[in-house]
């Protein structure tokens, strides 16, 4: 399986990927807003765009669509319940399907609410896993939840389904926010060394590379997996001096999403 993440350079801070087999060149495009630049990169690479995926329905997702289509005649994938919110639609998924990219590709399809309650994301079937998690789990960060979607749902999805992924699954988001989330971890957890030694690496970085985390590097950096670290609960009880003396870990993350939204 390949992976091109393509940056979109727009002041949302998008990524979009291409990912392919490398048996017979043909490609999905994960929410390619930016479709110059994903068909100029197949173009070049000789690849051939067969599907389109929208991990959610939110316009910088899904903006690119029919330029993509209708220079290509892929077929357009989503979660079912985001039919009415996304124009053509061909193909519906529910949580465990499988979609089919050439001869060698499979992705597992991950039923993800929070950010939207229509959010997929997806997860690859290779010896290293890759997540490609749209706007639900960043680098660093969560999603918000203030365009269709509840911090209830996810809550759920971080700790029914995200957390119990393997240590070594490579995350790939839908934007690259990784230097202001390391901050809002920092602001919390002010004693998290690894963090801030990440902090200094990634914050003058060059965006085009951005840097790929895997699941265990974001249990010890975002503050939405440390649920249980003392510091963090210290430090929210300064903001919530309501809160009980141990909380428990869905109280604790709805209170730092509360807090990230005004960060």
């Given at each position: ?49 067969t599907q389109v ?31 009415d919110q996304i ?144 510091t963090v609960i ?30």
């Open positions: 399986m390949l992976v091109e993440q393509i940056w979109t350079a727009n002041n949302y801070r998008n990524f979009n990927y291409l990912i392919v087999c490398p048996e017979t060149g043909e490609a999905l495009a994960i929410d390619p807003l930016d479709h110059r630049r994903c068909l100029a990169t197949a173009k070049d690479k000789g690849w051939s765009i995926l929208n991990t959610h329905e939110h316009h910088d997702h899904i903006g690119g669509n029919q330029k993509v289509i209708a220079a290509t005649g892929a077929k357009l994938l989503a979660h079912k319940n985001a039919k124009e053509g639609m061909d193909r519906g998924l529910s949580a465990g399907d499988v979609i089919k990219v050439g001869k060698t590709v499979e992705l597992e399809v991950l039923d993800t609410p929070g950010h939207t309650m229509a959010h997929v994301c997806l997860m690859s079937h290779t010896d290293q896993p890759c997540l490609f998690c749209g706007d639900t789990l960043f680098n660093a960060g969560a999603g918000n939840c203030k365009g269709g979607g509840h911090p209830d749902a996810l809550y759920a999805t971080f700790a029914g389904q995200l957390a119990k992924l393997p240590g070594n699954t490579l995350v790939y988001p839908g934007h690259d926010y990784i230097a202001n989330n390391l901050g809002f971890t920092l602001d919390r957890e002010p004693d998290n060394a690894r963090a801030a030694q990440l902090l200094d690496q990634v914050k003058d970085q060059d965006p085009t590379r951005a840097r790929v985390t895997t699941l265990a590097e974001e249990k010890e950096i975002n503050t939405f997996f440390r649920l249980h670290s003392p210290r430090k929210l009880r300064e903001a919530f001096p309501d809160l009980p003396d141990q909380p428990d870990t869905k109280t604790v993350f709805i209170r730092l999403r509360e807090l990230r939204n005004s960060w």
